[in-house]
């Protein structure tokens, strides 16, 4: 459950997992602040959200920029009044084996997912601290466990999950819990971009990845945003630090 008054900042909500978790959180009565670095995405998620019956507010954010990132802030302190959840999504890739990557893909990577998480934490954690109650969800990956062609990203979100744990021991005593999800292969952009990059068709890139879990499927946007919505519960408050694999198999 998600009580009515809770207010959701969810950035690089414009499409993927990010659009799929702001939906979902709606569904569940969250008043969505919807992210993303452009603010034509956010748009049409925050409409999709408004027509289906919930409340949504589309905000421009680059979640690397620290200005940005306080004043998505403060926009959700402006029109709600209040700042209760954070799911920390927006990501890019810049794939390549160590001996091509450049100090821009590193940059980059690091820059969005490792700093854009650290940026967005400390931001809302002010609000939530103050309020005596927060969430905060961050995305980490099965690729921190390494993955060849990632070195950059796989760094970024093993990093993620040495964050998460370290802002649960440093936040847990003002009622902010915050955890990860680390999805496997997801259907979205990003996976498409990957099947480009290697030159395979992305479907049979996404059977070969369906014949790698115990499952026998790929996952969806809605799977990882089922595991954020939870983790946001008002029942999750007992949960915190802890990394969820939601991958279709161990
Ligand atoms: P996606 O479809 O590529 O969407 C990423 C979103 O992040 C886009 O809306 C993008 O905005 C936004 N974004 C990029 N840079 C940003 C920035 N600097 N500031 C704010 N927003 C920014 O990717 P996805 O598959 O939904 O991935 C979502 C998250 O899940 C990422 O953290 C990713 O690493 C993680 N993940 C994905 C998979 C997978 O298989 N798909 C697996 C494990 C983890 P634009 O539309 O403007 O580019």
């Known amino acids: 459950m998600i009580e009515a008054k809770r207010v959701a900042v969810v950035t690089g909500a414009g499409r993927g997992i990010g659009a799929a978790c702001a939906k979902s959180l709606a569904r569940k009565g969250a008043q969505v602040i ?4 452009l603010l034509d995405g956010a748009e049409q998620t925050a409409e999709a959200i408004v027509a289906a019956g919930g409340q ?35 990501g890019i890739i810049r794939d390549n084996l160590i001996h091509k990557m450049t100090d821009d893909d590193f940059d980059q990577v690091i820059g ?15 609000h939530m601290v103050a309020n005596r109650y927060g969430r905060i969800i ?3 990956s099965t690729s921190a466990l390494g993955n060849r062609g990632q070195a950059n990203y796989a760094a970024a979100k093993a990093g993620i999950q040495g964050l998460t744990k370290t802002l649960a021991i ?16 997801i259907e979205s952009d990003m996976t498409k ?17 369906a014949r790698e879990t115990a499952v026998l499927r790929i996952g969806t946007p809605e799977d990882v945003a089922y595991a954020v919505t939870f983790f946001a519960s008002e029942e999750a408050a007992f949960i ?4 969820l694999y939601i991958r279709g198999g161990v």
């Open 34 to 37: 919807v992210s993303d670095l």
């Open 56 to 90: 949504a507010v589309a905000v421009a954010c680059d979640v690397s920029v620290r200005e940005d990132v306080e004043s998505l802030m403060n926009r959700s302190m402006e029109v709600y009044g209040r700042l209760d959840i954070l799911v920390n999504n927006a």
């Open 240 to 243: 915190t630090g802890q990394v």
């Open 138 to 140: 961050n995305f980490s």
């Open 112 to 126: 969005v997912h490792l700093k854009g998480t650290w940026l967005c934490s400390q931001a809302a954690q002010r």
């Open 170 to 185: 440093e936040l847990g005593r003002f009622g902010i819990t915050c955890n990860a999800v680390a999805p496997g292969f």
């Open 193 to 209: 971009e990957t099947a480009a990059r290697i030159g395979v068709e992305f479907a049979a890139f996404k059977e070969m990845a």
